[in-house]
């Protein structure tokens, strides 16, 4: 029997845009929630909600793992496709400090109808 690869959602929004952070991580059903992050844009949300997902990953003791966001530009920034430019290139930075000398994590891009974490942060702001 094979071992499962563990798939991580992340998620990260403010409102208004900018406005005040929040993101959301789940993995294998359990969402985690942190509000208040400070001020900030969305795709800097998206950026803390990827380096929070890691985090969690490593925490846990993880190693066969893939990170699932629906953020285009912060999934092919993180993945070294597309260059990362001001405040991205910082967010790059910390992601690099935090896997150190290793090698990069899985990082995919999924649709936001997909996205778990996408879905909890939803369910806390109904239209």
């Not at 942190?34 to 950026?47: C, K, M, Q, T």
């Not at 990362?84 to 150190?100: D, F, I, M, P, S």
């Amino acid at each position: 029997m094979t071992a499962r690869r563990t798939k991580i959602y992340f998620d990260g929004g403010c409102r208004p845009n900018p406005g005040s952070m929040e993101i959301a991580v789940v993995v294998g059903g359990v969402e985690t929630i942190d509000r208040d992050l400070g001020e900030g844009s969305s795709l800097d949300a998206e950026w803390l909600a990827l380096i929070a997902a890691l985090r969690l990953a490593r925490d846990r003791g993880l190693t066969d793992f893939v990170l699932l966001g629906d953020a285009v530009a912060v999934v092919a920034q993180a993945s070294g496709k597309a260059p990362a430019r001001g405040a991205a290139a910082k967010h790059v930075a910390a992601l690099r400090e935090l896997v150190g000398d290793g090698p990069l994590p899985r990082i995919r891009y999924i649709g936001r109808a997909q996205n778990l974490a996408g879905i909890a942060l939803a369910k806390r702001h109904p239209r």
